[in-house]
């Protein structure tokens, strides 16, 4: 549930009465800024997350659930409007994900996405089989109706791009429901009851290969369910703040700042809110890129004037690294002296009631299974809640943020660009990006051959059109010809995507004269390498890092 914290109980009557006063305006801020809501019912599918997304960039709030969500807890939650998304299960299925009884029973507009219309359609009275023409990527839908899903957006008679995704396909609609666009594979490929205001679509709008698909989503979510866009990072800063002073009350909190977006957003949100009650203390783990180590120090104490505590202890990390290479192995070797360090400095301190920790929605969705079964995909350090033996209860002020958000919120409170619009960046640094053993020498090429890379990009006007770019040292050496000599030194790869969220990513398409400008400027200005490629794998199937 939003803004699920513990709740700071204060002893003196004095207290107590300004904590009173506190969630009294928590209350009401709270109210204004979450009286209309939408719910996502979540039955699989790899790409809800941006049903989320095009829902709060059209300024309204919602939450990702569960389709085995209780109904209690639907009702509740008093959503304007439900969404339910799609998922790789068969209705055929005996025990093929079912949608709540209370969807239908609150009487509010509900939208089915894919495999959402086919369970629609299957529990209202419609037919739903398998089908011999299966419709994989990009298809075409003929709007054969109007409807209010449509109107402004497409016109009955038009054709139009949409994202296929299915096998099966209705068949039969339900009593009460209308066709109002087909496709080749799928007849009822959106269809609608519009006196029940109930919505089915067979294909993705959520993706952007679906070009007018978050319009058809914001008349669902504005015009059908009746939302304002109310929600703004602003109201989401002032209400956070008085979150955060009513959790933790007159507690000092730390925060673990690694110089990244999220705990410099967190750690910047928490200070506005509670000032000097917290105090920041920065782990340098010796795998940090050229130069980021004395600028996470110069803009948190100097432009923020927080306080921070910084520990040298990369020579303990590359101690314990040392013929490290399984990149596992890695992980959790830097994890685990990350914790011992961050809790020898808390220590100093003479204790802390709060952990500060900038963990952000995906991390909380992706380590929930939609089942309450399934595989786990990734684990996420910020999400479990910390060992017995730290006493310290969590404050997650970005909890409910995705990563764009978290960007638009660091800029609501005037962050630097340089930190707010950076490139995704893993804990473990380059240790991850050198596949090979962990050595000071291979760090210090890295170094130099990734901040030549980001410097041309930036030259080039590109960084702010490119998701995430990096150099990887590759564990091989390869034979080359410099000033009439045989040389025998490292090769590099460099990599570079566009993405949306991360989930997907395509390379980005630099032109050949700047790959060779890069390439040319980092054999001639880094000794020790003589070879450099370009890395033109998508994800999938690749991943975005290398290891």
């Not at 497409?154 to 087909?182: C, N, Y």
């Not at 979150?243 to 967190?266: E, F, N, T, W, Y």
């Not at 920041?280 to 432009?303: N, W």
Request: hydrophobic share 40%; aromatic share 8%.
């Amino acid at each position: 549930m939003f803004f699920a914290y513990l709740i700071v109980k204060h002893v003196f009557s004095k207290k107590f009465n300004e904590e009173v006063g506190i969630m009294t305006q928590v209350s009401d801020l709270e109210q204004s800024l979450h009286e209309e809501k939408i719910l996502i019912l979540d039955f699989g599918s790899q790409v809800t997350q941006l049903i989320a997304r095009r829902v709060r960039e059209s300024g309204v709030y919602c939450e990702i659930w569960p389709y085995t969500s209780k109904n209690e807890k639907i009702r509740s939650f008093a959503p304007k409007g439900i969404i339910l998304s799609g998922g790789p299960a068969s209705v055929a299925d005996q025990d093929s994900p079912r949608i709540p009884d209370e969807v239908f029973a609150l009487n509010i507009p509900v939208l089915g996405i894919c495999y959402g219309e086919q369970a629609m359609c299957h529990q209202l009275g419609g037919q739903v089989e398998s089908s011999d023409h299966r419709e994989f990527g990009r298809a075409h839908v003929d709007v054969v109706e109007d409807s209010s899903l449509c109107r402004g957006v497409w016109a009955r008679g038009s054709r139009e791009q949409v994202w296929m995704s299915h096998g099966d396909r209705v068949v039969k609609l339900p009593p009460g429901f209308k066709v109002i666009g087909t496709s080749e594979g799928a007849p009822y490929a959106m269809i609608a009851d519009e006196g029940r205001r109930l919505y089915g679509v067979q294909f993705h709008p959520e993706v952007v290969h679906t070009p007018h698909g978050a319009a058809l989503l914001k008349n669902f979510t504005h015009n059908i369910a009746g939302c304002r866009g109310n929600w703004t990072m602003a109201s989401f800063r002032d209400l956070e703040i008085e979150r955060i002073r009513q959790q933790v009350g007159d507690k000092k909190v730390i925060c673990g700042l690694s110089g990244g977006v999220d705990s410099a957003v967190a750690a910047v949100l928490i200070h506005q809110a509670i000032g000097d009650q917290l105090t920041c203390i920065f782990v340098d783990h010796g795998m940090l890129r050229q130069g980021e180590v004395d600028e996470v120090v110069k803009t948190f104490t100097g432009q923020f004037n927080i306080p921070l505590i910084k520990r040298d202890a990369s020579d303990l990390f590359l101690k314990e690294l040392e013929g490290v290479k399984d990149p596992e192995v890695k992980r959790k070797t830097i994890g685990r002296l990350f914790v011992e360090v961050f809790e020898e400095e808390a220590k100093k301190l003479g204790g802390a009631d709060f952990l500060a920790q900038g963990t952000l929605y995906p991390d909380v969705i992706e380590s929930v299974s939609v089942t309450g079964s399934s595989v786990t995909i990734k684990s996420h350090h910020n999400v479990g809640g910390l060992p017995e033996r730290m006493n310290m209860q969590l404050v997650e002020p970005l909890r409910d943020l995705f990563k764009d958000e978290v960007r638009d919120l660091g800029r609501e409170m005037g962050i630097p660009e340089n930190i707010v619009g950076r490139h995704p960046f893993p804990g473990p640094g380059l240790a991850i990006r050198i596949l090979s053993d962990i050595t000071n020498d291979k760090l210090d090429l890295l170094r130099k051959i990734d901040s030549i890379y980001l410097e041309e990009i930036r030259s080039a006007g590109l960084y702010d059109a490119i998701w995430q770019a990096f150099a990887v040292l590759l564990p091989v050496r390869t034979v080359g010809v410099m000033g009439d000599g045989r040389t025998y030194d490292h090769a590099c790869a460099l990599r570079a995507v566009t993405s949306v969220d991360g989930m997907t990513a395509d390379v980005y398409p630099f032109d050949m004269a700047f790959l060779t400008r890069v390439a040319g400027r980092i054999v001639n200005e880094v000794r020790g390498v003589n070879r450099v490629t370009y890395d033109i794998t998508s994800k999938p199937p690749g991943t975005i890092e290398w290891e």
